[in-house]
């Protein structure tokens, strides 16, 4: 096999360990918001011990999109599409990262929780969670009309986080504060996913036609 076809083979192989790596995080995600709604604190530990999994594997990826650029030296399209893998596997970190913050955001309040706060939460979330697995079809697609239409569904949960602040401190009270201001916290978290996941489809455009679009 000649140059050229092992660095599309390597190419293939990084997105396909971006993609994995995407998969763990929504799960991440997911898990957090379970946590916030069923409390386990041998769990919540468990999610917080394994973001150091996805760390790890972010660093591999960076490793390999490295050693690519270092041995091939690629220009345009294929420069692209490395430097992408590595601003693609940075933001899905990030991603898991704030599944983490929600965790321990969850850890801090009281048990007994306001179904109607978390029911808010969750309606976020589960919009959040959908641009995800939009944005890891995209790009490992190059799906660039599915990659637009991401910024639709921020400004949906852009909504719903407005409406949940808005509500959320109408009704606090002082003795209420703390787990008030964690709910907020959650909410800010979630709102920030579904800004990562808006980066994603943004790298998505960037790899396709190499120009920057803010799609927020």
Do not use: C
């Amino acid at each position: 096999m000649g140059v050229r076809g092992t660095y599309e083979q390597e190419l293939v192989q990084l997105k396909d360990d971006i993609s994995s790596m995407g998969e763990d995080v929504i799960a991440a995600f997911r898990q957090a918001l379970h946590l916030l709604e069923n409390h386990d604190d041998e769990k919540i530990e468990a999610l917080i011990e394994g973001d150091s999994s996805i760390n790890q594997t972010e660093l591999q990826i960076h490793d390999e999109a490295t050693m690519m650029i270092a041995r091939q030296q690629p220009v345009a399209t294929d420069l692209r599409t490395t430097i992408v893998a590595l601003k693609v596997s940075s933001d899905l970190e990030r991603v898991a990262d704030l599944a983490v913050d929600i965790v321990k955001a969850a850890k801090r309040m009281e048990q007994e929780r306001n179904e109607n706060e978390i029911q808010e939460i969750r309606e976020m979330a589960d919009v959040a969670e959908e641009m995800l697995h939009e944005a890891l079809i995209a790009y490992q697609n190059r799906d660039l009309m599915r990659a637009q239409r991401i910024a639709t569904l921020d400004d949906t949960v852009d909504r719903k986080y407005k409406h949940y602040i808005q509500r959320l401190f109408t009704l606090s009270d002082e003795t209420n504060a703390e787990q008030t201001t964690q709910l907020a916290f959650i909410g800010r978290y979630v709102e920030r996913i579904a800004d990562y996941a808006t980066n994603l489809a943004e790298w998505i455009v960037y790899e396709s036609n190499g120009k920057h679009f803010d799609l927020n």
